[in-house]
């Protein structure tokens, strides 16, 4: 992994290549690089770090054609330096970018090490480009080519391939990693998203799993994986160039975080009518398999796995139905025992994260009812491939670390629990109460954000902390371990969640005054309990941060710390309101450290590998 670019039009396509790979900057990446067909030959430029190395190479050494592969990798197999690089090529005939993990790779080195071939890198990628060549040296055409060797290809990826053999043409594939096609006048194009290719075209074609596509400047091919011949929908992007852009803030975590209020209403809009909820909102006749459930069986990865554990107090105390809440990459690889009339439920921001996918495809094997899919994109596998949908109009988010991604699946999330309570007889006095609640959240949002300035002078007090815990009870425990994740993937900074009533369990023996404890104190029945366990941090000499309701009576007294007051508006729509003072903290002790707040060491965006 991580990002795709390729172009092939009757124009110089540098330019574009380049323009695609700035787009894809927000996934993660240590290192870029371009290959383009000069008319004579293929040309290659590599560098290690930000898209702008590579700039600063081309602009010393300018490369031209018009077609071309480029890529920003995050490492898999390699370290990240030049000769890991993508793009790899083989005799300088072909030219391959990759996404994915290529599973037999060994084998396959040893296969063609023995054929002659040198490798001249530690990357998985190479097999490809080397068994493409030779493939192409039995007397087929790249097509051709490309297909026997994908064949032979255990794993998930998406591939560019480039030949010098073969003028303007470029064929890629996918399986289990995104493609997709981007149509334009005279030139067309591949991309890992919408995003890397929203500034030539606003018209896509998702490639299904197992696809094949060749691309001229005047034609697109595609082929199933059964090697048929098939059309796919045309779907035209309403993603607008601009909105990729950061505009007047300093980082697109910035924009994304005071983005939310609308994001937020978005997700909500057409959704509610005054103090109901609108039918078939799901989708058409979804009411007839949600009329089912008796149990619900969530599947998330990092923020969206913390969005599920707000749901599942949401859906135990408010619906009635059990819940059941797990990671992806371990529901994927254990026997799992289904509840008779189960959901099978996944969140995704991007609908492409490899364990996420992977869970769900495993899923039809165990009798659920049906599946169901929260998420951002709406072209994406996760969403091509469930039974019913929600998406969460965020619209783009480039920062690494999710913000209105987080929000927005909460919200869509409480549409579908308050749905299922309805079906299972939740009083109607109660049902309309929480759903004016939930309309109320874009507001309530919009006024937690009037704290950043109190945020950022209290982000003062971090900087030089190496650890930080962070409490919640309830359905606030889960904004407590999101709290934490923001600040440990920007700042760097070693941060845990607790549920707060565990501190006596084992977290209490970290407490000094070194270590600041971040809690959350909404207006609700388990307050009581919340301040005793804040006692316990006081009477250690612990740096006390609360995060409080306006509602509620509580101070520092003598201790060290800060307490900053919001209205959180009520219990139900507390843990999305809460969330927003965290991820400002998080914020600005990343921008005191210097740290890529957008672009956090180590990490990506989608996560399209295992």
Known sequence: MCGIVAATAERDVVAILMAGLHALEYRGYDSAGVAVFDGRQIQRTRAVGKVRELESRLAADPLSGTSGIAHTRWATHGVPNEANAHPHSSIDAISVVHNGIIENHVPLREELKALGYRFDSDTDTEVIAHLIHHLGQQGMDLRSAVRAAIARLHGAFAIAVLSRDEPGHVVGARRGSPLLVGIGIGENFLGSDVQALI??????????????????????????????????????????????????????????????????????????????????????????????????????????????????????????????????????????????????????????????????????RHGYLGSFAICN?????????????LMTRAGPEIGVASTKAFTTQLTALALLVLELARMNGLDKARYAQLVNDLSSLPRHVADALEHAPALAELAEQFVQKNHALFLGRGANYPVALEGALKLKEISYIHAEGYPAGELKHGPLALVDEDMPVIAVAPNNELLEKLKSNLEEVRARGGELFVIADTRVEISNGDSRGAIIRIDSGNDFIAPAVFTIPLQLLAYHVAVLRGTDVDQPRNLAKSVTVE
Request: net charge negative; glycine share 6%.
């Open 199 to 364: 500034k030539v075209t606003n018209q896509f074609i998702h490639l299904d799993e197992g696809d094949l596509v060749e691309i001229t400047r005047k034609s697109i091919a595609i082929e199933n994986a059964e090697g048929q011949a098939v059309e796919r929908t045309v779907h035209t992007s309403e993603l607008s160039a601009d909105a990729v852009e950061r505009g007047e803030y300093r980082h697109y975590m910035l924009k994304e975080i005071f983005e939310q209020p609308r994001a937020v209403a978005d997700t909500l809009e057409g959704r509610i009518a005054g103090d109901h909820i609108l039918p078939n909102i799901f989708g058409v006749d979804s009411d007839a398999l949600l009329k089912r459930v008796r149990h619900v069986q969530i599947i998330a990865c990092g923020t969206s796995y913390h969005a599920g554990m707000v749901a599942r107090y949401w859906l135990e105390a408010i619906a009635g139905i059990p819940c059941s809440v797990e990671v992806a990459s371990e529901y994927r690889y254990r026997k799992a025992v289904v509840p008779a009339d189960s959901l099978f439920l996944a969140i995704s921001q991007s609908g492409e994260t490899a364990d996420t996918l992977a869970a769900l495809r495993e899923s039809r």
């Open 377 to 389: 994109v709406p072209e994406s596998s996760l969403v091509r491939e469930s039974d019913l949908v």
